[in-house]
């Protein structure tokens, strides 16, 4: 299901806790990535907690690592 | 010991028991221990409490709350829940024979998180004087699924939870990786001469993020909780050699798992006559549910009563003994039977400004209503 770009999701949203989310991602303000798509930064995986996230729950998707694999369609 | 006015009546019980404060004024309580033959003397330890980002306290006999330990983590802990505030000092457990703590956590080592074991001593009890560590160098990450429950076997060998580390799942199969594995060490961090794999620590792999972990003396058996990705948080008892299954399933070896996940975290048997006797050898689960989520939630803030089939491969039922039905972020996480019943930690605590904050955490005493 596609996750709306909404200010509401955003403040769900726990993409800036995860281990993953690095120096480059908080520079840049990135999150959302299950909506908004992959981050352009480099980043090396460090652990994923979309599975915790409500905004994924919300919206029954099923993928993981949002920042690197980009949104569900 | 309070019947804590409020926060107390914060918990729906079971119908024939109350809730109770047993200490507040706790900072991210975590994992709880007793002492296992505590003596009467007021001013004795009785209760040993990990906290979170690095302390550790300890209740005595006439419930003073002291300070036994403090700065146990080398890197500082950054508040995010979820995420990477998740992380840092988790399992205890007491030595029965010295009264040593052995406690499990994560450090910081060349910009890397590392998991490690430690036995702490202290000749009062009250003020830890040495540390020592028992097992380090594996690797971990600053978030769940780090190392997790520690306890003493009734073989009093130590067996240690160890987390996947979140990364790389299948590390969780591989036998040269101490992680994802339920692990056996003698007390002074050796191997075993019995262990499963020969000149290996491990006992058990296929684990995900086992946090929780019990005795039952009625099969002498180590049981765990282990926490699922999206679905399939179990309970699992762990044999000599066994294979959970993860990364490709948490159902193999379990013996029951909850479809949506609670995320079990403490477990612990009523095996000395705390609660009456229908309750003998049930097994209790605290679900702590999604990380910092306000009010009474569906998915966790509850603690659970399950009872074994005879076979210990399923289960006759599983109700809801406890649940939270106030407004603030409390959740139960650390949870052990003692004197008088059973008690648990809510984490968070109320955080009645909305705001994580210190001495906000409590424990809770759940015992039959008089």
Not at chain 2, 181 to 204: H, M, Q
Not at chain 2, 322 to 327: E, N, P, S, T
Request: with cysteine.
């Amino acid at each position: 299901m596609k996750v709306p770009d909404t200010k509401e999701n955003l403040e769900k949203c726990i993409c800036m806790g995860c281990p993953t989310h690095n120096d480059c991602m908080k520079e840049r303000m990135q999150g959302l990535f299950c909506s908004r798509g992959k981050s352009d930064c480099e980043l090396d995986k460090q652990g994923c907690i979309c599975g915790e996230c409500p905004v994924k729950s919300e919206y029954m998707l099923a993928g993981m690592y949002f920042c690197v694999n980009g949104a569900e369609a | 010991m309070t019947d804590g006015g409020e926060e107390a009546s914060n918990w729906w019980v079971f119908p024939g028991f109350e809730v109770e404060v047993a200490a507040s004024g706790l900072d991210l309580p975590c994992n709880i221990a007793f002492v296992p033959e505590p003596s009467e003397i007021p001013g004795e330890p009785l209760l040993y409490i990990t906290e979170l980002y690095g302390k550790i306290k300890v209740i005595s006999n006439d419930w003073q709350v002291h300070t036994y330990a403090e700065n146990l983590l080398n890197y500082a802990p950054d508040h995010r829940f979820p995420g990477t505030g998740e992380s840092g000092l988790i399992g205890i457990c007491v030595e029965p024979e010295t009264g040593d703590l052995f406690v499990s956590m994560i450090y910081e080592e060349k910009g890397g998180m590392m998991n490690k074991v430690a036995r702490l001593t202290s000749r009062d009890g009250l003020r830890m004087e040495s540390l020592e560590t028992v097992l380090d160098g594996i690797p971990s990450v600053k978030a769940a699924h780090q190392i997790q429950a520690v306890t003493i076997g009734f073989d009093g060998k130590l067996y240690v939870n160890l987390g996947d580390g979140m990364i790389n799942p299948g590390v969780a199969q591989d036998h040269d990786d101490l992680r994802g594995k339920i692990l056996r060490l003698n007390l002074d961090g050796s191997i075993p001469e019995d262990n499963p794999y020969p000149n290996s620590l491990v006992f058990a792999k296929g684990m995900r993020n086992p946090f929780g972990a019990a005795w039952r003396r009625s099969d002498q058996s180590l049981y765990i909780s282990d926490n699922g990705p999206e679905r399939d948080d179990r309970i699992a008892r762990v044999i000599a050699g066994g294979n959970y299954g993860w990364p490709e399933t948490m159902r193999k070896n379990s013996i029951f798992w909850w479809h949506y996940t609670h995320a079990p975290t403490a477990v612990a048997f009523m095996q000395d006559g705390q609660f009456p006797d229908d309750f003998n050898d049930e097994l209790f689960v605290c679900l702590f549910g999604s990380a910092h989520i306000r009010g009474p939630a569906i998915k966790g803030k509850k603690i659970v009563k399950i009872a074994l089939n005879k076979q210990n491969t399923a289960v006759h039922s599983a109700e809801v003994f406890v649940a939270y039905k106030g407004q603030g972020f409390a959740s139960p996480c650390g949870m052990a039977f003692g004197p008088g019943g059973l008690y648990f930690t809510d984490l968070f605590g109320e955080q009645k400004g909305g705001e994580e904050g210190p001495g906000q955490g409590s424990i809770y005493r759940v015992k039959r209503r008089t």
